[in-house]
């Protein structure tokens, strides 16, 4: 168990709504990433907040949306939900803010496994 | 051309044997280099961290890098069926850009 709590773990929803995922870090850790998993694409980086503020962005679609809050946990928005958008979506959260080096790693929760009809 | 190339074809061997993975590269500026386990619906974990150049050892596992060719690998020796998994190759730049970026990842599975 990486400490990291993903909420839910299953989600099914039609095409054109909006859903939310959730994330609570390890305790202490004060980044948050987020990422997607396809079969096509495979792990994908969407975004990290540190300490409430936002760090990174990598490839996220303009309706995905993300927020960190002041006991850090933080929640994933996706909206106009398309089939593509049937994924698996990783959170992970490391002490700092690289999460690249030996001595700050990123732990990755178990995933919420999202589908769109 | 995708930043990290791993061939994603899933290998099968029996116990005991040693089980090769592979990742090439394109942008040189990557330093630091993970492999990652994942195992069936679960998040991946990290097994191997490597800075630069050079190789590591941990019990079974040895991660090699070699930047001249933009190429890391990974060899798990004396395999054990719960070494069976997905095994995902990560890379990141030094200096602020905190993005890891991943092979698409290896499934093994370890045969009795």
């Known amino acids: 168990d990486s400490g990291v709590t993903q909420t839910p773990k299953h989600l099914i929803t039609a095409t054109g709504q909006r859903v939310t995922l959730r994330c609570s870090p390890r305790?202490?850790?004060?980044?948050v990433y987020w990422y997607q998993q396809s079969l096509d694409q495979g792990l994908q980086f969407l975004i990290q907040?540190?300490?409430?503020?936002?760090?990174a962005k990598g490839n996220i679609l303009e309706r995905f949306s993300a927020q960190q809050f002041p006991d850090l946990h933080s929640e994933l928005n996706l909206s106009s939900l398309e089939l593509g958008d049937s994924a698996l979506y990783f959170c992970?959260?490391?002490?700092?803010?690289?999460?690249?080096?030996?001595?700050?790693?990123?732990?990755f929760g178990p995933g919420t496994r999202l589908t769109v009809l | 051309q995708k930043e990290v190339e791993q061939d994603p074809g899933p290998l099968s061997v029996p116990e005991g044997a040693i089980v090769s993975l592979n990742c090439t590269y394109s942008?040189?500026?990557?330093?630091?280099f993970m492999w990652y386990r994942q195992y069936s619906r679960k998040g991946p974990e990290l097994l191997m961290y490597?800075?630069?150049?050079g190789n590591k050892e941990d019990g079974r596992f040895t991660a090699q890098v070699d930047k001249s060719s933009k190429y890391i690998s990974l060899f798990i020796r004396d395999s054990q069926p719960s070494d069976s998994a997905t095994y995902l190759c990560?890379?990141?730049?030094?200096?602020?850009?905190?993005?890891?970026?991943f092979g698409k990842g290896n499934q093994v599975v370890v045969i009795p």
């Open positions: 907040y540190y300490n409430g503020e936002e760090r």
């Open positions: 305790s202490g850790d004060l980044s």
């Open positions: 990560a890379m990141s730049r030094p200096y602020g850009n905190n993005r890891l970026a």
């Open positions: 490597t800075y630069s150049s």
């Open positions: 942008n040189s500026a990557f330093q630091y």
């Open positions: 992970a959260s490391s002490r700092g803010l690289a999460g690249t080096t030996s001595t700050d790693t990123q732990y």
